[in-house]
């Protein structure tokens, strides 16, 4: 991890994928960085603009794309946050780690950290791009996959 912030250019390529978490519809814009094609910024809306809950998720993002830009890798900040078992869990399994079954984020937060580790500039997905400055005027949509 470096001491110092990357600084990113004024102007830097960025995608936009919808994601969906306990029913509720969220987008993630993610703000690469040219020379590495590496995630180091994100933005995320959800369906209550002006509440506090999207204070909460200006910040959080913020405070993620801070985290990046000092060098933290996504992985170490997705494995921190946390997660629920998807299926059913008996309380024998409870004792054997083999048994547990997948997890899952348990938030919009985890769910957008897990798009951070996958997401690349170069990795070939079919977004539009859109710029910073403009993430709020830009309405462009993509379902995608996480892991």
């Known amino acids: 991890m470096t001491a110092t912030r990357t600084r990113l250019p004024n102007r830097r ?3 936009l994928y ?19 094609g590496l995630p180091q910024e994100l933005f995320l809306t959800g369906p209550k603009l002006g509440s506090a809950f999207a ?3 200006d910040d959080a993002a913020t405070a993620i794309s801070v985290a990046l830009q000092h060098g933290v890798p996504p992985q170490a900040l997705a494995k921190s946050v946390a ?3 998807v299926g059913i869990v008996r ?3 409870l004792d054997r780690s083999d048994a ?3 997890r899952q984020p348990a938030s919009v937060l985890g769910a957008a950290l ?12 079919s977004a539009e791009s859109a710029t910073a400055g403009n993430l709020a ?11």
Do not use: K
């Open 13 to 15: 390529q960025q995608r």
């Open 18 to 36: 919808a994601i969906e978490v306990n029913g509720m519809r969220f987008e993630a814009g993610i703000g690469f960085d040219p020379e590495t």
């Open 55 to 57: 204070h909460v998720l």
């Open 83 to 85: 997660r629920l078992p």
């Open 91 to 93: 309380p024998a399994d």
């Open 100 to 102: 547990m079954p997948a």
């Open 114 to 125: 897990d798009l951070l580790c996958v997401a690349r500039l170069d990795d070939g997905v």
């Open 137 to 147: 005027l830009s309405r462009l949509r993509q379902s995608g996959r996480l892991p």
